[in-house]
């Protein structure tokens, strides 16, 4: 098992910036895919940006609508996730879940793990 939580969220003006962490505890595996997943105001989720954790985790994959804005990073050794988020769009407002799973597939589709999410409001 996996507890994953994140923390950062809140409310900033269109063209701020924040940055969201989210903390991997419990049994963590040598190797798992981890991202960030946001679901809008009309419940709609969206998996925003992904990464690899384990031995040559360097690959990133990043939703259209954050390329150039955001930015996944991870510290392997404190198991922290962070989403620096940049250039805030009123659109970006949702919660964001922290979500993980061993395998890449059912990341994509429906991962095992996840955390409470954070909210992160973004207003003109």
């Known amino acids: 098992q996996i507890q994953l939580e994140e923390s950062g969220g809140d409310s900033v003006q269109v063209g701020g910036s924040l940055r969201l962490s989210c903390v991997a505890s419990?049994?963590?595996?040598?190797?798992?895919?981890w991202g960030w997943i946001r679901q809008g105001p009309e419940k709609k989720r969206e998996r925003i940006a992904a990464t690899f954790f384990g031995v040559g985790g360097n690959s990133v994959t990043y939703a259209d609508s954050v390329k150039g804005r955001f930015t996944i990073s991870a510290d392997s050794a404190k198991h922290i996730l962070y989403l620096q988020m940049d250039r805030l769009k009123a659109e970006d407002t949702g919660t964001y879940y922290c979500?993980?799973?061993?395998?890449?597939?059912?990341?994509?589709?429906?991962?095992?793990?996840w955390g409470r999410g954070t909210q992160v409001t973004v207003s003109s």
């Open positions: 979500a993980a799973d061993s395998d890449y597939a059912t990341y994509l589709t429906e991962p095992t793990f």
């Open positions: 419990g049994d963590i595996p040598g190797a798992f895919f």
